[in-house]
């Protein structure tokens, strides 16, 4: 959950706050028109293996998702709409430029 973000419906979707629905809107007009394409919503990207400890537990795979991805002259956007930054946030950003040459862009 979003800090002190509501849940925001837009088009028939919901979304995880009003500052992503708005951005949201923006992207769509952007692909309506042509600068962009192939917007996506939520979009996960696998960043550390599960692993299993000497105790038999298990430790989940590790995923970062996106709030967008879109391609932008032909070049692979990955947004995340932020509000907060929060010590897991910019720990997974940092994990996605080492794991996958990716930059988030933040909108």
Request: zero cysteines.
């Amino acid at each position: 959950m979003k800090y002190h973000s509501k849940k925001t419906e837009y088009n028939g979707m919901v979304f995880d706050s009003k500052k992503e629905a708005q951005r949201y809107a923006i992207l769509h007009e952007l692909e309506r028109i042509g600068m962009i394409r192939d917007l996506q919503r939520q979009v996960k990207f696998k960043l550390i293996d599960g692993v299993r400890w000497s105790n038999g537990k298990k430790h989940r795979d590790t995923y970062y998702v996106a709030d967008f991805t879109y391609y932008e002259n032909g070049k692979l956007v990955v947004e995340d709409v932020k509000g907060f930054r929060t010590p897991v946030y910019k720990l997974k950003k940092e994990l996605m430029k080492a794991v996958h040459g990716i930059e988030i862009r933040e909108a």
